[in-house]
């Protein structure tokens, strides 16, 4: 076997075509869009190297065929509470169904992730946010959601064998977009639509700048003070909500008020996978024409929730029931959707996992973030419980 360094554009090429024979028979698979991986290790793109630093390499076998692929990052960003060593992380991991080859792309990241310093390491992550590419897929192979993780189902033996374990798991839910809401939701809803002061509204594209500074202030209560976040300001916010226009569908982007003052947010995008899985990774001029005649046709039947949040002042009174009910008006009798699935929710956020059974959806799909501790004879922890 040679582990090539990924160095220049021709193994850079072949980082990204590892992934497509290593995976293109299987029927569940929809091949991810060049750019979006290349952008990961863009130092013009990917504003985590800001922070840290990322590595590639590639594997091939005596006869020169690929057969494996996996990089490694150091981000002084990413902590989690309770680390006991600095945490680096693996990602893009593909191989062939060989232990041996699976263990000499882990050792290489390994020793890398060493060398910088780190006491252990988690994958497969991203090197930046979490709603991309995080994540390794142990049931559910079929149909990912836009910029979620695909692996065979051996993967999780070439990981566990090695001697990774697991640090928390990553469940999404999903339902059909017909299918009845529990009754207590609407006993919970209709309590709240007696009181003037509750209102929601989806989000209107020619008022993104009002929308993205309530996204920032909702998002400063409920989110910044978990896992070492930070606050997000409401520039950041509407750079963020003006990279997801051209996709947005007004319609599923929600908001709750209480005398105007934003309170809670619903978010959520068509699934670009339906569109993308069409165009063999690639996004130029007559992909984008196609993207725009598949969208004019409807022929995304699905929708994905990003982002779901209440503010901690108003946990637990029924507002996310409130801001469900009033989208669902529109969403189950007015829009052409079929299915709705969440982005994964880790195991370590009991109250998104609640609201998410409450609503009727079901488990579609299981990813697990893994943690190997470089000594083994350290005590491993799982991810705590956020509160």
Not at 369 to 378: A, G, P, S, V
Request: hydrophobic share 40%; net charge positive; aromatic share 14%.
């Amino acid at each position: 076997m040679e582990l090539i360094l990924v160095n220049n554009e021709q193994t850079a090429r072949q980082f990204l075509d590892v992934h497509v024979v290593l995976n293109r028979s299987y029927a569940g698979w929809i091949r991810p869009l060049d750019k979006d991986i290349n952008d990961v290790f863009d130092p013009a793109a990917n504003k985590s190297f800001r922070f840290g630093e990322a590595i590639r390499w590639i594997l091939k076998d005596s006869k020169g065929q690929l057969i494996g692929r996996i990089a490694a990052f150091v981000n002084k960003k990413y902590k989690t509470k309770g680390d006991e060593q600095p945490v680096g992380g693996i990602g893009f991991f593909d191989c062939i169904n060989n232990q041996e080859a699976a263990n000499l792309l882990f050792d290489t990241a390994k020793g890398w992730l060493a060398e910088k310093g780190m006491g252990a390491m988690d994958g497969p992550i991203n090197f930046g946010d979490r709603d991309r590419w995080w994540g390794l897929q142990v049931e559910g192979f079929v149909n990912p959601p836009y910029g979620m993780n695909y692996n065979p189902p051996y993967y999780q033996q070439l990981f566990e064998a090695y001697g990774f374990q697991l640090f928390f798991n990553q469940s999404c839910f999903a339902m059909k977009v017909k299918d009845q809401v529990q009754e207590k939701f609407y006993e919970r809803h209709d309590r709240l639509a007696k009181d003037p002061n509750y209102s929601a509204r989806h989000i209107r594209k020619d008022q993104l700048q009002k929308f993205a500074t309530d996204f920032s202030i909702i998002y400063n209560k409920a989110w910044a003070s978990h896992g070492g976040g930070k606050d997000i300001t409401k520039e950041q916010a509407y750079l963020i909500f003006k990279k997801m226009k051209p996709a947005m569908d007004e319609k599923i982007v929600w908001f709750a008020y209480y005398k105007d003052e934003p309170i809670a947010c619903w978010l959520n995008l068509p699934d670009l996978n339906q569109y993308f899985k069409h165009m063999n990774g690639k996004f130029g001029l007559l992909q984008k024409l196609q993207f725009l005649w598949l969208r004019m046709t409807g022929a995304c039947k699905k929708f994905t929730g990003l982002v779901f949040g209440v503010v901690p002042e108003f946990q637990g009174k029924g507002v996310d029931a409130f801001m469900i009910m009033e989208g669902a008006k529109i969403i189950q009798h007015k829009l052409g959707y079929e299915e709705y699935e969440m982005q994964w929710i880790g195991d370590f956020n009991p109250k998104m996992i609640n609201i998410a059974e409450s609503l009727g959806a079901g488990i579609s799909r299981r990813l697990v973030t893994y943690r190997y501790l470089f000594n083994r004879e350290q005590p491993f922890k799982r991810h705590p419980i956020l509160n």
